[in-house]
């Protein structure tokens, strides 16, 4: 098993549907981020859990929402979405506990196209 | 503001080739500084940080950084590259035991012919 895998790789979905992004982090960290990644900007922090609480949250449409049913998992919502939606998203996760390392460790990405 | 730059879009090396990315940043406290590795289709892979004491940082892949406060820099170096090496690499700043609050740069795609 890989440190933090992200499900789908790939997704299309039209405006009006409604979908979901899964990560899974298998370290044993206690924060999970989801971040999107658009061409030529820089990465957007979309989201942060820490102990399963919502730390974060920043000014993200509510066409997104979050879940993080526990330590080890995290989805991302997707509904009603919009074109200028069409990313990638990527998952990390990190331990922020115990001895600091500030090392954010990142899935491979779903990649979004909202048509 | 806070905020990180890359100044260079995209750079061409051959390879066995000299590298080095530059890395600007403005932040108001302490700042902890990273660079991060994409290769294509992956997600972002930590290279090297630093955090306090020696400015000159070594990471894995045989990359180095150095910490040049005067300057607001924290510029990426590595003196022969592979072609593997072809990536893109992002430069990061945060506070001190913040990893939420990580500012990143827009990237810079690195191609290495042979």
């Known amino acids: 098993e890989t440190g933090v895998t992200q499900t789908p790789r790939h997704l299309v979905m039209g405006m009006t549907n409604k979908k979901s992004l899964k990560c899974e982090q298998h370290?044993?960290?206690?924060?999970m981020y989801w971040y999107k990644q658009s061409a030529k900007k820089p990465l957007e922090l979309m989201f942060v859990?820490?102990?399963?609480?919502?730390?974060e949250n920043n000014s993200v449409p509510s066409r997104f929402s979050p879940e993080c049913p526990n330590s080890s998992h995290l989805f991302l919502h997707l509904h009603t979405l919009q074109p200028e939606d069409s990313a990638l998203y990527l998952c990390?996760?990190?331990?922020?506990?115990?001895?600091?390392?500030?090392?954010?460790?990142f899935g491979e990405g779903s990649r979004l196209t909202v048509l | 503001a806070q905020s990180v730059t890359q100044p260079d879009i995209h750079i061409t090396v051959s390879e066995g080739a000299s590298l080095e990315l530059r890395c600007n940043y403005s932040?108001?406290?302490?700042?902890?500084l990273f660079w991060y590795v994409q290769s294509p289709g992956q997600g972002l892979q930590l290279l090297l940080k630093?955090?306090?004491?020696?400015?000159l940082v070594q990471g894995i892949k045989g990359f180095e950084a150095e910490f040049k406060r005067s300057q607001s820099s924290f510029n990426l170096r590595k003196p022969s590259v592979h072609w593997s090496d072809a990536a893109e690499y992002f430069c990061?700043?945060?506070?001190?035991?913040?990893?939420?609050?990580?500012?990143f740069g827009t990237g810079t795609r690195l191609q290495v012919f042979p």
């Open positions: 990390a996760s990190s331990l922020t506990s115990g001895e600091y390392t500030g090392e954010l460790f």
């Open positions: 932040y108001g406290a302490t700042p902890y």
């Open positions: 859990y820490s102990l399963e609480e919502r730390v």
């Open positions: 370290l044993g960290h206690n924060a």
């Open positions: 990061a700043v945060g506070a001190w035991y913040n990893t939420d609050k990580l500012i």
């Open positions: 630093y955090f306090s004491g020696d400015t």
